[in-house]
């Protein structure tokens, strides 16, 4: 017995062992497979020539390439065990941000001085292990559950930092940069032209939808009737639709006096608003909906028993409590409408669409990156700052629950 006791006392003090943790195991193997067998970047002579794939011992000098298997040798494992979301956070930053060294790193050392046609572009290792990094600290820091306004400061640093990288030059050997060069005079046009489609698109929707949503959720005929209709229109695949538009449009110009000085044409930014506004208008007809039918029964019976009228119980109690989930509809469509957006150079609604069919068309992956990050980057900002709204009406519209 006394044996026994003796073994179970060396047993308990024993160092307990991490565990593995799964997913932390799986951002810990796609860092290690894009870095060790797949290629960091591709160096090519011109644009257009074929170029050679380059792993990151071969594109890095050799102080740069050390720190960096020294550094992500260190993280990978790390984020394969059970640890701290905080640690997992600062692991998974440490590791963007020497992916993003490592990316001027290799150009500059793979540039030679003036020349102005080489092109370095990132390959899928790269790619692959800055997927892998983020997905860890994304991870991390949705474990912490940061305040909204923390999450609003983080995406500010971010940014900064990013902007501030931007304006160093230290990247300006990447060819995405050489492409942006190109055309620095049409890209502030383009990403405006982007944003206010995608932006106006969901105003215009959220001023249609919202306002059909109350009028037709009384009527269970009307209400089944509106979202039949939508819901058909949510089948249309984009690219039909887009076409789909321009004759119609087209003829509006020709025959309605005035309207073609209005931009009201077959091609153009008209198709392309129209669509994004049909397809936004489900999502938010159908979330407001869905909020106010989640208002409490008793909630309700309480306004009506301090003499509220119908219209003083929808505009101060029911519409501020769906709020959260009408929000939540205005970002499914946000981020939908930022990505549709894309599709607009296709008709001449410009756009960031431009640069990614003009890639596509000359068989240039870069000036499609050129197109294609900064609708990732508008898109994941906006549904983070929709994120932290979101949450933030969440708590006042508990406030208002007795």
């Given at each position: 017995?006394?044996?026994?006791?003796?073994?179970?006392?060396?047993?308990?003090?024993?160092?307990?062992?991490?565990?593995?943790?799964?997913?932390?195991?799986?951002?810990?193997?796609?860092?290690?497979?894009?870095l060790?067998?797949?290629?960091?970047?591709?160096?090519?002579?011109?644009?257009?020539?074929?170029?050679?794939?380059?792993?990151?011992?071969?594109?890095?000098?050799?102080?740069?390439?050390?720190?960096?298997?020294?550094?992500?040798?260190?993280?990978?494992?790390?984020?394969?065990?059970?640890?701290?979301?905080?640690?997992r956070?600062?692991?998974?930053?440490?590791?963007?941000?020497?992916?993003?060294?490592?990316?001027?790193?290799?150009?500059?050392?793979?540039?030679?001085?003036?020349?102005?046609?080489?092109?370095?572009?990132?390959?899928?290792?790269?790619?692959?292990?800055?997927?892998?990094?983020?997905?860890?600290?994304?991870?991390?820091?949705?474990?912490?559950?940061?305040?909204?306004?923390?999450?609003?400061g983080?995406?500010?640093?971010?940014?900064?930092?990013?902007?501030?990288?931007?304006?160093?030059?230290?990247?300006?050997?990447?060819?995405?940069?050489?492409?942006?060069?190109?055309?620095?005079?049409?890209?502030?046009?383009?990403?405006?032209?982007?944003?206010?489609?995608?932006?106006?698109?969901?105003?215009?929707?959220?001023?249609?939808?919202?306002?059909?949503?109350?009028l037709?959720?009384?009527?269970?005929?009307?209400?089944?009737?509106?979202l039949?209709?939508?819901?058909?229109?949510?089948?249309?695949?984009?690219?039909?639709?887009?076409?789909?538009?321009?004759?119609?449009?087209?003829?509006i110009?020709?025959?309605?006096?005035?309207?073609?000085?209005?931009?009201?044409?077959?091609?153009?930014?008209?198709?392309?608003?129209v669509?994004?506004?049909?397809?936004?208008?489900?999502?938010?007809?159908?979330?407001?909906?869905?909020?106010?039918?989640?208002?409490?029964?008793?909630?309700?019976?309480?306004?009506?028993?301090?003499?509220?009228?119908?219209?003083?119980?929808?505009?101060?109690?029911?519409l501020?409590?769906a709020?959260?989930?009408?929000?939540?509809?205005?970002?499914?469509?946000?981020?939908?409408?930022?990505?549709?957006?894309?599709?607009?150079?296709?008709?001449?609604?410009?756009?960031?669409?431009?640069?990614?069919?003009?890639?596509?068309?000359?068989?240039?992956?870069?000036?499609?990156?050129?197109?294609?990050?900064?609708?990732?980057?508008?898109?994941?900002?906006?549904?983070?700052?929709?994120?932290?709204?979101?949450?933030?009406?969440?708590?006042?519209?508990?406030?208002?629950?007795?």
């Open positions: 017995m006394s044996g026994h006791m003796a073994a179970q006392a060396r047993a308990g003090s024993r160092p307990a062992r991490t565990a593995a943790d799964p997913l932390g195991s799986v951002f810990a193997a796609l860092l290690g497979l894009g060790l067998a797949l290629p960091l970047v591709t160096a090519r002579p011109n644009r257009i020539a074929l170029g050679t794939p380059l792993m990151a011992w071969s594109a890095l000098p050799l102080g740069q390439a050390l720190a960096l298997g020294a550094v992500l040798g260190s993280v990978a494992p790390l984020l394969a065990l059970r640890i701290s979301p905080g640690l956070l600062a692991a998974g930053s440490a590791a963007l941000g020497l992916l993003c060294l490592a990316a001027g790193w290799a150009a500059d050392h793979l540039t030679p001085p003036g020349d102005r046609y080489g092109r370095i572009s990132l390959d899928a290792g790269w790619w692959l292990a800055f997927a892998a990094a983020g997905l860890a600290a994304g991870d991390g820091l949705a474990r912490l559950r940061p305040s909204p306004a923390l999450r609003i983080a995406l500010a640093l971010v940014a900064a930092l990013v902007g501030l990288v931007l304006r160093s030059g230290f990247w300006d050997n990447l060819s995405v940069l050489r492409e942006y060069v190109g055309r620095s005079d049409t890209f502030g046009r383009e990403v405006r032209t982007h944003a206010g489609l995608a932006l106006s698109s969901v105003a215009a929707a959220a001023l249609v939808g919202i306002p059909a949503a109350i037709a959720r009384p009527v269970p005929t009307l209400r089944a009737a509106l039949s209709v939508l819901n058909v229109v949510q089948t249309i695949p984009s690219m039909a639709l887009f076409g789909m538009l321009i004759a119609p449009l087209a003829w110009g020709r025959t309605v006096p005035g309207v073609a000085d209005l931009g009201i044409a077959g091609i153009g930014a008209a198709p392309a608003f669509a994004l506004f049909a397809y936004a208008l489900l999502p938010v007809t159908a979330a407001t909906v869905a909020g106010l039918d989640a208002v409490p029964g008793p909630v309700r019976d309480a306004a009506r028993g301090v003499g509220m009228t119908d219209r003083q119980r929808l505009a101060q109690v029911e501020p409590l709020l959260p989930a009408i929000l939540t509809g205005l970002r499914i469509v946000l981020v939908q409408n930022i990505g549709l957006a894309v599709i607009a150079g296709l008709v001449g609604g410009g756009g960031l669409g431009v640069y990614v069919f003009q890639g596509i068309s000359q068989n240039a992956g870069d000036l499609v990156l050129l197109g294609a990050l900064p609708t990732v980057v508008m898109a994941s900002g906006a549904a983070v700052l929709l994120d932290a709204v979101i949450d933030l009406s969440r708590g006042r519209a508990a406030d208002r629950i007795p």
